[in-house]
């Protein structure tokens, strides 16, 4: 079965959906990780990742957080505290890679704006980080086992079945 898309068309600023579940879309990848109340404002307050040592200490918590949700059966916060475990990594990761955090070169063309991607423009020369790819390698084997969670697998099939997605 295919994520359904993320729908960017909702009024997330006002909407809850620990209270309608069942306008939830996975989406694909970190899709909506910084827009789902009230999980934003619940994990994002604990996601860094500068050092290695505030890497273990974020992704611990965001991990506690991802069992909070487990015992209460609650498959959103679940998805959304293993979304940003993955942002964890993935934006470790572009800054172990990039010092700057910057992939690209150059600002995007006028009429490419609000796309994600190169879109013409060239990726600039790695400059490896060691601190950086180490921070990156704690959040990927946190959200590689949050990921393989039995209980949020189970969850994300049953949503998906609920949903009709």
Aim: proline share 5%; hydrophobic share 35%; net charge positive.
């Amino acid at each position: 079965m295919a994520n359904p898309k993320f729908d960017y068309t909702l009024d997330y600023k006002n909407l809850n959906l620990r209270l309608h579940p069942g306008l939830y879309r996975t989406g694909i990848g970190e899709q909506g990780v910084l827009l789902v109340e009230p999980y934003k404002s619940e994990i994002l307050p604990y996601w860094k990742f500068k050092t290695p040592d505030i890497a273990k200490a974020s992704s611990a918590k965001i991990y506690k957080l991802f069992l909070h949700y487990k015992k209460e059966k609650d498959f959103i916060g679940m998805d959304m505290a293993r979304k940003f475990l993955q942002m964890g990594y993935t934006r470790s990761r572009r800054y172990a890679n990039h010092t700057s955090g910057k992939k690209y070169d150059g600002p995007v063309p006028v009429e490419k704006r609000g796309r994600s991607g190169a879109h013409g423009r060239e990726l600039l020369p790695l400059n490896t980080d060691p601190v950086k790819a180490e921070s990156a390698a704690i959040f990927y084997e946190v959200w590689r086992k949050a990921a393989k969670d039995k209980t949020y697998q189970q969850l994300l099939q049953a949503h998906k079945e609920q949903n009709k997605l």
